[in-house]
């Protein structure tokens, strides 16, 4: 066997035997990010910014739209975290300011699917909604149970939040979006935080394929030597 590769193998073999037994791993399986942003002073023309891609860990996006008359300034705004600034919490902050004939609009889309490996872990959820006109909303699924864990649906004059106790081996779905527009000013912050983990990680398939080859070439290099023996 290819000294380099019964290495690597040996290596990977070490690392995953000196893990911490106890260690909580949260591992992401899908993401998506969604975002829109529209300002405008005469309805028949609009300032716009969009978003649209993962919503993995390290993802930030920050955004103004601005659009201005004699008189007035109309902002639509986002600010979005996600697990970079903080590695255990992503923050989603919209904001749509306007009045008169032109106005403002901010929407979010937010998906994402994840596996919890190890005990003692959760969720924090908390969602502020202030004034003006719109919707916001999460839910979170228990998808190895088919059950809903948690759940918030509200205009934006009124918000909550929740604490969940994520269990072992079990994959959630979180859900999570928002849809203001003007007038009225609304506001809406969507924060949540990991409890008790060891880390956030995403998948690499590279890396997992070498790690199967890795072990296949190990485990045959072994075959041989005791069969040789």
Same mark, same amino acid.
């Given at each position: ?37 529209? %300002?405008?002073? /005469? ?8 978003? *649209? $891609? =993962? @919503? ?12 201005t008359d004699q008189t007035h300034t109309y902002v639509s705004e986002a600010k979005i975290h996600l697990f970079d600034s903080s590695p ?17 609009? %901010?929407?979010? /889309? ?8 190890? *005990? $003692? =872990? @959760? ?107």
């Amino acid at each position: 066997m290819d000294m380099k590769l019964r290495s690597f193998a040996s290596a990977i073999l070490l690392s995953f035997l000196l893990t911490p037994a106890h260690a909580t791993v949260i591992t992401v399986l899908n993401s998506q990010l969604e975002v829109s942003l529209a %300002a405008w002073h /005469d309805p028949t023309s609009k300032n716009t910014a969009s978003y *649209s $891609g =993962s @919503g993995s860990p390290n993802t930030a996006y920050n955004q103004l739209v601005v659009s201005t008359d004699q008189t007035h300034t109309y902002v639509s705004e986002a600010k979005i975290h996600l697990f970079d600034s903080s590695p255990n919490r992503a923050t989603i902050h919209l904001d749509a300011i306007g009045s008169g004939i032109g106005g403002a609009s %901010a929407t979010y /889309d937010f998906d994402w699917l994840f596996r919890v490996d190890g *005990s $003692g =872990s @959760g969720l924090s959820m908390n969602q502020e909604s202030i004034g003006g006109a719109g919707t916001a909303s999460y839910r979170l699924i228990d998808t190895t149970l088919g059950t809903t864990v948690a759940e918030l649906d509200r205009t934006t004059h009124a918000g909550g939040g929740d604490e969940v106790v994520l269990l072992d081996s079990h994959i959630y779905r979180l859900i999570a979006n928002a849809d203001l527009w003007t007038p009225g000013d609304p506001y809406v912050a969507y924060d949540m935080e990991f409890k008790n983990i060891d880390s956030i990680q995403v998948p690499a398939p590279f890396t997992a394929i070498c790690l199967i080859a890795g072990l296949i070439g190990f485990i045959g290099s072994s075959f041989l030597e005791v069969r040789r023996a």
